[in-house]
C-alpha cells in the first residue's frame, strides 16, 4: 500500500507545503502501515530531488513534464500515477494550484475528496479533521473508502527533517498534448508601492470591523499616535480603501513586526498566514470567540469605536471626527 | 453568449452559538449571499453590460429560504435563475464536493453556458473545490482563483490572472467553455438599486428537484460521513484586559510602553 504525496514548486523552487505533505504523509503511512512515494512533476527535477529526500520518504517520482505548474499536465499525470501505484491515499496541497487540480483529480478519478485538512488519524477508516465557519469550529469526517483524495492546509504540519533515504525513479508520461486547454503566459509581481509593511516594527493593522472607509481615519490617527505603520486585513484592500501592499496574509505579505495589533480582524487562516512571525500580538475585537484570540499575546474583547479613541488620547493624539 | 454563476447563500454564526448535534443550532445562523459568489455575479452583469447578448442564469443548490439570496442576484442584473432542492437533498447529513458539483453539472448541461463562474470558496464550508469539480464533470476548461478577467469571445478565450500566493498572479489564457472561481477584490459588486429589487420580483426563478434534472437520490450518497463537531480548546494563553475602554486602553498603553515600541 501507498500513500503518494505531490510537491508542490514555483519559479525553481520547492514550496515549503511540499516538505510539511512529507511530515502529514509519513504520518498517514504509519497509521496505514504503507510506504510514502512523493511525485515531483516539471521544472528541475533532479534539483527538487535532493531536496525532497527527506526522512520518511520511501520512493521519489520524477515527472520531467514542462517547467511550471499547469494544471492539465498535472493531473493527467497524477491520474497516470495513480493508475500505476494504486495509492490509498492521494495527499496535495491545498494551496491555489492545489485547488487548480485536486477537484478535477478526484472528479476525474471518481474519488471522494476532502479539502484543507487540519488533522489526520486512524486508519479503518480514516477520520480527518478540519474547519468551517471561518474556524469557529472543527469537524471531523470519516471516509468510508479504501482510496480517497485530501488536500493538506499550510504549516499545519512541521517540515519533514533533511536526510532522507529515498529510492528515486523517473516516471514516464504520456501527455495528451490536444488536451491541455491553458496555456501560461508568465507571471507577475503585485504590490509594490512606496510602505513596506514588512519593514515595520509596529503595525497597525485594520479589519473589516472598521464597517466603512470613513472610519478609516480614527485607526490612520492611531498610527500616527503611536507612530506605527498602518496595515490590513484583505476586505479593506478588496473595497478599494488601502492600497494593495498594505494587505497582510497568503495573498498578501507576511510580516514580522515587534507588535501586531489587529483590530476588527476575526483571524482567518489567509490573514493568519501573514502575520502569526509576529513578536507580540495584540486583538481588539468583539468577539470572544475569534480566531484571532488563539494567536494573540493580549486582547481587548471591545468594541474598538470605544477602545481606540480612548487609546489615541492615552498618546495624546486627536481623535477625528468620524 | 450565456454566463451560469453558481450563487449559494451561507451561514454566517453568531458571535455567541450553540452546537446541535453535528452542526451549529440554527438560532444561531444568520444567512447571506457567500462573499466570493457577490464578486462573481457582479462580473457576469458587468460583461453582460459590456458584451452584446449576454444572458445572465444564476443556479443555486439551497432550500426555499435561499429565494431571498437568489432575489439579491436577480436584483443585481442576473437574468433568471434555478434553484435545485427536494426533500432528497433536505434530508442528506451534508451535500460533499461531488454531491454538489453534480447537481450544478445537471443543471449546467441543460444550460449550456459559455462561461460559469463560481466563487473561489463558499465563507462557511470553505471547500474550495466546487467549481474546478464542475469543470472536470462537464469537460471545460477552468481556472481557480481568478482576480482578472478580460474576454474575448471570438477567439474563445477568457485571459484571466490567477492570484498566486504571496502577492504573484498568473497570467494564463483559458480556452471557452471554461469555469473560472472569481476571487474577491476582481471588481466593486454594486447594491442593489430600488427598481433592481422590484425588477427582481418578476424574473424567473425556477425550481428543480433531482427528478427534474434526471438524477436519482443516490447523487447524495457518500463515502465522508460527518461524525463529529466542536468547539476547537482555544490554544489561546492570551492575558486579556478587561475594564471599561479607558481602562483597557490604559493597559495597552502601558504595554507598548514597557516594551518600549512607542515614546510618550
Ligand atoms: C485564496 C484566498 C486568499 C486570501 N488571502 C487573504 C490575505 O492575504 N489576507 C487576508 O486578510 N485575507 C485573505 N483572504 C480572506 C480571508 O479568508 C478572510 O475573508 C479575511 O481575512 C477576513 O477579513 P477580516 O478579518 O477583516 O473580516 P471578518 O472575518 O469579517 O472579521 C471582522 C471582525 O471584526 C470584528 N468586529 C466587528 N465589529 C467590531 C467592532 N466594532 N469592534 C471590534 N471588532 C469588531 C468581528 O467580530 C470580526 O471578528 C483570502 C481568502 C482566500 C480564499
Known sequence: MTVLAVAEHRRGDLRDVSFELVTAGRELADELGSDLAVAVIGGDVEGFVEELNREGVDTIYTVAEGEEFNHGIYAQTIEQLHAELDPAALLLPNSVNGLDYAPAVAEQLDLPLVTDVIALEGSDPVEVTREQYGGKVEITYDIGAEQYVLTVRPAEWPTATAGGEATVETFETDIDEGALGTTVKGFEEVGAGDVDITEAEVLVSIGRGIEEEENIPLIEALADALDATLSSSRPIVDNGWLPQNRQVGQSGKVVTPDVYIAIGISGAVQHVAGMKGSDTIVAINTDPNAPIYDIADYGIVDDLFEVIPALIEEFGGDVPDI | ?264
Open chain 2, 1 to 264: 453568449m450565456k454566463i451560469l454563476v453558481t450563487v449559494k447563500e451561507v451561514a454566517e454564526v453568531d458571535d455567541e452559538f450553540d452546537i446541535s448535534g453535528l452542526d451549529i443550532a440554527e438560532s444561531s445562523l444568520e444567512y447571506d449571499l457567500n462573499e466570493w459568489d457577490d464578486y462573481a455575479v457582479e462580473e457576469a452583469v458587468q460583461t453582460s453590460e459590456s458584451h452584446d447578448d449576454v444572458e445572465v442564469v444564476t443556479v443555486t443548490v439551497g432550500p426555499e429560504r435561499a429565494e431571498e439570496t437568489i432575489r439579491m442576484a436577480l436584483a443585481k442584473g442576473a437574468d433568471r435563475a434555478i434553484r435545485v432542492w427536494d426533500d432528497t437533498l433536505e434530508d442528506a447529513q451534508f451535500l460533499d464536493v461531488e454531491t454538489k458539483a453534480e447537481l450544478i453539472t445537471a443543471v449546467a448541461e441543460e444550460e449550456a453556458p459559455d462561461l460559469v463562474l463560481s466563487g473561489v470558496q463558499a465563507g462557511d464550508d470553505a471547500n474550495g473545490a466546487t467549481g474546478v469539480a464542475v469543470a472536470e464533470e462537464l469537460g471545460f476548461e477552468w481556472a481557480a482563483v481568478v482576480n482578472h478577467l478580460e474576454l474575448d469571445a471570438d477567439a474563445e478565450i477568457a485571459s484571466v490572472r490567477r492570484e498566486l500566493e504571496g502577492g504573484i498572479e498568473e497570467l494564463t489564457d483559458v480556452e471557452l467553455p471554461a469555469v473560472l472561481t472569481i476571487q474577491t477584490g476582481i471588481n466593486e459588486p454594486r447594491y442593489a438599486s430600488l427598481r433592481g429589487i422590484r425588477q427582481a420580483q418578476r424574473k424567473p426563478l425556477e425550481v428543480n428537484s433531482l427528478e427534474d434534472l434526471g438524477l436519482d437520490a443516490g447523487v447524495v450518497d457518500s463515502p465522508v460521513e460527518r461524525t463529529s463537531m466542536y468547539e476547537p480548546e482555544s490554544e489561546s494563553d492570551a492575558t486579556v484586559w478587561e475594564g471599561s475602554p479607558e481602562e483597557t486602553a490604559g493597559e495597552l498603553a502601558a504595554f507598548l510602553r514597557d516594551k518600549g515600541v512607542v515614546d510618550g
